[in-house]
């Protein structure tokens, strides 16, 4: 997700005494803590049927879609992170992976949505299903 570029999460609690220079009160205003609730994972580019086939025993898993874009393919896992609170603030802010700590909010997912630089986008199963059968005519012949 290029906006995403960097499509990591971050969060910045503008509460906290080494909350680092941003615009701490713009993820204020992000009530969804929208780059909380996911992580991606970069994949081979699929080249053949076996690929497709193993991309499509992954999608097959619940919260799990993928996706193109410049940088290349990318499995999207919508699970939100489990130190995020209710409240949207990180519980381990302190101690937070340095992904955390280094994604800036400058220009976000509040700004765009990451799904506005995807080339492609599988939202699930079906419909990277639905991609393999247009893509290889004989897909379903054995
Ligand atoms: S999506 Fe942007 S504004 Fe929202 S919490 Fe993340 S960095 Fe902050
Ligand atoms: S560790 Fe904190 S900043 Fe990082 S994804 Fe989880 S809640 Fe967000």
Not at 28 to 36: A, D, E, L, M
Not at 68 to 74: P, R, Y
Not at 111 to 137: I, P, Q, T, V
């Given at each position: 997700?290029?906006?995403?570029?960097?499509?990591?999460?971050?969060?910045?609690?503008?509460?906290?005494?080494?909350?680092?220079?941003?615009?701490?009160?713009?993820?204020?205003?992000?009530?969804?803590?929208?780059?909380c609730t996911?992580?991606?994972?970069?994949?081979?580019?699929?080249?053949?049927?076996?690929?497709?086939?193993?991309?499509?025993?992954?999608?097959?898993?619940?919260?799990?879609?993928?996706?193109?874009?410049?940088?290349?393919?990318f499995l999207?896992?919508?699970?939100?992170?489990?130190?995020?609170g209710k409240?949207?603030?990180?519980?381990?802010?302190?101690?937070?992976?340095?992904?955390?700590?280094?994604?800036?909010?400058?220009?976000?997912?509040?700004?765009?949505?990451?799904?506005?630089?995807?080339?492609?986008?599988?939202?699930?199963?079906?419909?990277?299903?639905?991609?393999?059968?247009?893509?290889?005519?004989?897909?379903?012949?054995?």
């Amino acid at each position: 997700m290029s906006k995403p570029k960097s499509y990591i999460p971050v969060t910045i609690d503008p509460h906290a005494s080494d909350a680092h220079s941003g615009d701490v009160e713009k993820c204020s205003r992000c009530t969804g803590t929208i780059c909380c609730t996911y992580t991606t994972q970069a994949v081979p580019t699929p080249r053949g049927r076996d690929d497709f086939q193993h991309l499509l025993w992954q999608l097959a898993h619940e919260n799990i879609q993928a996706y193109k874009d410049e940088d290349g393919w990318f499995l999207l896992i919508n699970n939100r992170c489990r130190f995020l609170g209710k409240d949207g603030r990180c519980g381990i802010y302190h101690s937070r992976p340095d992904v955390c700590r280094e994604y800036s909010n400058d220009y976000c997912e509040l700004d765009e949505r990451a799904e506005d630089n995807f080339e492609l986008f599988f939202d699930g199963y079906e419909s990277l299903l639905a991609y393999c059968r247009k893509r290889y005519k004989n897909w379903d012949q054995k």
